[in-house]
């Protein structure tokens, strides 16, 4: 059974940070933010600072087992002529040194300054550069290197993800770091795991396959478990905000083999909750995932529990638009697809990668490229939906569905109509679905 008031009163009681501690870290952020625009030497350097990772992604969760909450900020500095990439870190840690307040809170990590407030949570301050040739950097100390990054680029990635799934994907990844924290059976940076269950949402009927929180973990945790069946050895896991940046460094093989051998059980295990039909057997099921903490609302939990989820709608079809459920094929998944999108060279605009730009101007091209796991030979294609009153005006609303005929595996198309529209892509073999992407494309 789906238990849905279980779920809402389980993560708004048990999993969720609670807002008096959001607001807590909002005024601790200031504090720190402060203490650096306020240092001689840093201070000049200041460009900006931004939440980023769980934080930013509003997936944080209570701590658990005697752990701190961690939150993450982005601090933006200038490019300095001279310095090598690890001044950054060392001249950040000794703008914290220089304050009585963080002199003893403050600890340098590889990528971070961390401010730590013992037995609550700790703050990593990583430093963030944009260099003169375009590229976002944070340093790695030990290396002295400058490593690619494009935070808002995940950031935007994650959204476009649980946009997909009605907000259902954050809490599925609020619950999978609940369950790590809470069994402590298997071992996973936030930011991997975050990657590994976002790439798993896809666009094939997606109002009925994440239509709540527990029909969304059941699903995501299943097509988790079939894709890292395909995978013995830790494949690469590249950042989807930085394509060429990958997270491998952060794990190794046997945390991985063992979070495959984990995530396989939980998804067992999930499956069979959901679908025992005597609530008892069911909520008994549950709790072997979750533990007795998840359990029958009280009266008290009621009255804060939201309403039931309910599925958002389909936007208005445009005229010519097609889903690819609809076209006779049949839902294998298992595997993976990402779509790269790259703004082409126009005297006198930006151009690069998409999702580093974030946004794109009328009148320029964009190709589209695909990267997947799927052997040949496969039928690859394509959705192009824009959307707007430019485009409904000049009766140019698309949404039509192509084959890929010629295998380029890319596709170039044209910005003319200002909205937030959006590029799909299916890869098909044998008359089965194997794998879809989602890509939003904003015009300016």
């Avoid at 944009?130 to 100390?141: A, C, K, M, S, T």
Wanted: proline share 5%.
């Amino acid at each position: 059974m789906k238990l849905l008031a279980y779920f809402d009163a389980f993560l708004k009681g048990t999993v969720n940070l609670n807002q008096t501690r959001l607001g807590q870290l909002d005024d601790r952020v200031r504090a720190i933010t402060s203490t650096l625009k306020g240092d001689a030497q840093i201070g000049e350097l200041y460009v900006d600072h931004s939440p980023q990772g769980s934080w930013a992604h509003r997936t944080i969760i209570k701590p658990l087992n005697n752990h701190e909450f961690d939150a993450d900020i982005l601090l933006q500095l200038n490019e300095v002529d001279g310095w090598d990439p690890k001044e950054y870190l060392r001249e950040t840690r000794a703008a914290f040194k220089r304050s009585t307040t963080y002199r003893p809170k403050v600890t340098k990590k590889n990528r971070c300054c961390r401010i730590t407030y013992a037995g609550d949570c700790h703050v990593d301050v990583v430093p963030y550069v944009v260099l003169g040739d375009g590229r976002e950097v944070i340093v790695n100390y030990a290396e002295n290197e400058f490593e690619e990054t494009n935070p808002k680029g995940f950031t935007d990635w994650m959204k476009e993800k649980d946009d997909l799934t009605n907000e259902n994907l954050r809490r599925v990844i609020r619950l999978l770091k609940y369950v790590r924290d809470y069994k402590q059976t298997f071992t996973i940076p936030s930011v991997i795991l975050t990657t590994l269950l976002g790439e798993r949402v896809q666009a094939w009927d997606a109002a009925s396959r994440y239509s709540d929180t527990p029909t969304a973990l059941k699903t995501i945790l299943s097509d988790l478990s079939s894709w890292l069946d395909l995978y013995p050895l830790m494949p690469p896991l590249p950042d989807p905000g930085c394509p060429q940046t990958t997270f491998n460094h952060r794990w190794n093989q046997a945390q991985y083999e063992n979070f495959r051998k984990k995530i396989k059980l939980y998804s067992e295990w999930a499956r069979e909750a959901y679908e025992e039909e005597e609530k008892t057997t069911s909520l008994a099921a549950w709790q072997r995932i979750f533990g007795t903490s998840f359990h029958k609302p009280s009266i008290a939990e009621k009255s804060l529990t939201a309403s039931p989820q309910r599925p958002s709608p389909r936007e208005d079809r445009a005229p010519r638009e097609q889903y690819i459920e609809e076209l006779g094929f049949s839902w294998k998944g298992g595997h993976s697809l990402r779509i790269d999108a790259e703004v082409l060279p126009h005297k006198g605009f930006r151009n690069g990668s998409l999702r580093h730009l974030r946004k794109v101007r009328t009148l320029q091209d964009l190709e589209f490229s695909i990267t997947t796991d799927v052997p040949e030979p496969y039928e690859l294609y394509w959705k192009v939906r824009n959307r707007g009153a430019e485009a409904e005006d000049h009766g140019q609303l698309r949404g039509e569905i192509f084959l890929d005929k010629e295998r380029a595996r890319k596709r170039r198309e044209s910005t003319r109509w200002k909205g937030r529209h959006y590029v799909e892509a299916y890869i098909v073999k044998n008359g089965k679905v194997l794998a879809t992407d989602h890509h939003e494309v904003e015009i300016t």
